[in-house]
């Protein structure tokens, strides 16, 4: 078709796609990256990694406390759970309230455990009375300056060091440190109200659409691929009671077995009950994939995989994998009222590193459902 000149506006009620057709095959593919023109009605987040994600900054654990009375030159101790702190991390307190002199230190002193010490040096009792105590923990070796304030990197021996700039691809690099079981997972910073892509809810009845572009490597042998929207970052299917991911593994060890291990899969479950639909796609290394999950009003899933649809089996297992086809047939309707979270991941399977691309991740939902 020749290029055409309108001298009004365009009108479409179902939104304009870029697509591409195989010249071959004529197969068309759909390349928009979500919905196409932006829709007044949805929210939209999108990330190309402008800064690269890092361990997360911080860790925070808080209570309330009362100190009671304490005498000059005497200290009050208090242990504060911070989830994730481990010996060796730094540590920061503060409290709601006025501390009047009065010294405050923290330290990490166990796993997941800071302690809190409150020094009275001021030369009479001091009783500060109820308030908030809070503990800040920046993890060993990670580095919040200049890196993403949307999303981090986490997973078995990962670190900042390991996200790095691809020098041939516009992606940001994650790989795993080079142990057997080894893990890069990118994920959205979890701090609440740090990040929208947190703090806004991506629940089941939101009419939610996921997408990423994710590129292998050069060698895929000895890995886990995961890609979608989960409650947890775990890559076994068992883990989360309702889930919608994509998933390539080549083999079974720390994992459920699939029949075919050359194939993508995708993964759903609602309320325990799981479904792995095995795609006709035969993963190559070095080889983008644009995978995209879409909820419809009634919580029913679509899958796309570089713009083509495919089905999603009604055949529930938590191994094996049915095979599907190329089509529209979405999946029953997803648990109600279940906020999901973004995550990419990657597991080596053996003591070489593994390594996986990441060009962007981009989500949507109804403003309010």
Known sequence: MANTTFNGSVRSENNFKVISKAASTGLVSDRTIGDGLKDSRRYYLEDYF???????AYLQGSETKDWGSIDDGNEAAEEVA???????????????IDVTDLTITASVTAA?????????????????????????????????????????VLGTNMTTALATRNATVAAVTLTTAGADEDQAILAPHLDSGQTAWTGVKWGTENQVTWEALVRT????????????????????????????????QTDSTNSESFTDFE??????????????????????????????????????????????????????????????????????????????????GLEAGDGNAAVIDVSYCAISRLLFE
């Open 263 to 344: 194939k993508l899969h995708f993964v759903h479950s609602i309320a325990n009950t799981d479904y792995i639909s095995r795609l006709p796609i035969t993963v190559a290394a070095s080889t983008n994939y644009h995978l995209k999950i879409s909820f419809d009003s009634d919580r029913k899933l679509s899958i796309f995989v570089n713009g083509v649809q495919y089905n999603i089996t009604t055949t529930s297992g938590s191994t094996g994998g049915t095979l599907v086809t190329q089509g529209n047939t979405k999946s029953a309707a997803i648990t109600n009222d279940v906020d999901l979270i973004p995550y990419v």
């Open 50 to 56: 402008n800064q690269l994600p890092a361990i997360n």
């Open 217 to 248: 490597s050069s060698a895929i042998d000895n890995q886990k691929i995961w890609a979608g929207l989960k409650l947890t970052n775990d890559q076994v299917v068992a883990t989360d009671a309702n889930q919608a991911f994509f998933k390539f």
């Open 82 to 96: 911070v989830t994730g702190a481990a010996l060796g991390d730094y540590a920061v307190a503060t409290m709601s």
């Open 112 to 152: 997941d455990v800071a302690t809190v010490v409150l020094g009275n040096f001021t030369g009479s009792a001091v009783d500060l009375g109820s308030g908030t105590l809070t503990v800040k923990v920046f993890k060993a070796g990670s580095t919040g300056v200049g890196k993403s304030v949307n999303f981090e």
